[in-house]
């Protein structure tokens, strides 16, 4: 059981802590957050590792992001999409060197999956608790037993990067490594949550051009109110509600109401400007819409043959296939009429 850590609550901490690192020197970093009634991510707690010093920052209390970029430019986490947004978000910035313990581990044989407590178990030998994964990080003050597990998910790191480092390093997969991190690092900047959704619905709906344009439209209003409000996109519209004004486009806050469903509050303040979107989703082009995978029947069989190709390469290398490139995106990749050859980690591992 750790108990000789350090709680800092404010600005100045921070700071002094930033002048007492070694900058060459790699932070063990996670944090815990909630996510329940926003678009953003807050930030409950962070938890640092620095060499044998343990440091619980009280996200609640700190005011200067700035401080992070200088604090957290080198790190090492474990599955850390989420943790690297929350850094993001703070300073639409992301440190200059990372150490992802999950991607490497995958890149090692031993699974693209595997939690914390898997790998400190199987590399280490270390049991995990894991009763406090789901807490209330926002509550003060944090319980012991939330605390330790907090400590807990920072003290392997370290130790789980030098001995990944060295496997990756024996296996000759370093290069490997910093294309998946890279590759990671991209998809927190651009995530393209409205295409995703527009592909999905329009897809399993299939809609017309007009109704396209509009759902498109929609989306895309629905991601920058969600923004704005730092409200969970659901709170705004819900995808049912969108469709519905798809398919009956009311043209009155009682419409939008009765015939939609939407809640009379939201309706009163924004039935106006969804309006408005009809007219304008008529300027979108069919073209810039995100396209559909439609394969023809030769495509059909190609995919088939390039995935037997995919698993059998990957199998071979002891890697998940997901690594390469997802099922959905392969698909993608075939009907764009590309090949395996034009993947950037393809090439790394078929040289």
């Not at 957290?72 to 992802?100: A, C, R, T």
């Not at 894991?130 to 926002?138: G, L, Q, V």
């Not at 995530?191 to 929609?218: C, G, P, W």
Request: charged share 25%.
């Amino acid at each position: 059981m750790i108990t000789d850590y350090q709680w800092i609550d404010d600005n100045s901490e921070c700071e002094a802590l930033i002048l007492s690192i070694n900058k060459n020197d790699a932070i063990a970093f996670d944090s815990e957050f909630e996510r329940v009634n926003t678009f953003y991510p807050k930030p409950a707690l962070f938890q640092l590792k620095i060499a044998e010093c343990y440091y619980l920052i009280d996200m609640k209390k700190i005011t200067q992001n700035s401080i992070f970029k200088e604090l957290l430019d080198n790190i090492i986490l474990h599955s850390g999409s989420e943790d690297l947004e929350i850094l993001y978000n703070l300073n639409q910035q992301l440190p200059e060197k990372v150490f992802d313990t999950q991607i490497a581990a995958s890149l090692c044989g031993h699974g693209l999956h595997f939690s914390y407590q898997n790998i400190v178990k199987e590399l280490l030998g270390v049991e995990l608790d894991k009763a406090h994964s789901r807490s209330d990080w926002m509550q003060r003050p944090l319980s012991d037993e939330q605390l330790q597990y907090a400590l807990d998910d920072v003290v392997y790191l370290p130790e789980l990067q030098s001995i990944l480092q060295e496997e990756l390093e024996k296996q000759g997969r370093q290069t490997w490594y910093d294309l998946l991190i890279k590759q990671r690092m991209d998809a927190v900047i651009d995530a393209n949550h409205v295409n995703k959704t527009f592909v999905k619905i329009a897809m399993s709906k299939r809609l017309d051009n007009e109704q396209q344009q509009l759902l498109y439209s929609l989306l895309s209003w629905r991601e920058t109110l969600a923004k704005q409000r730092d409200k969970p996109r659901n709170w705004i519209l819900k995808n049912d509600e969108i469709l519905g004004i798809v398919y009956k486009k009311p043209q009155s806050k009682g419409q939008f109401i009765d015939d939609v469903g939407l809640y009379p509050g939201f309706a009163k303040h924004n039935w106006e400007a969804i309006i408005q979107l009809y007219d304008r989703a008529l300027n979108i082009s069919s073209e810039s819409l995100p396209k559909f995978d439609k394969l023809s029947a030769k495509q059909g069989v190609k995919l088939v043959k390039v995935k037997q190709e995919l698993m059998e390469t990957c199998e071979k290398l002891d890697i998940p296939s997901a690594l390469v490139i997802n099922m959905t995106d392969l698909k993608s990749l075939i009907a764009a009429d590309k090949e395996l050859t034009d993947l950037d980690m393809w090439q790394l591992i078929t040289q």
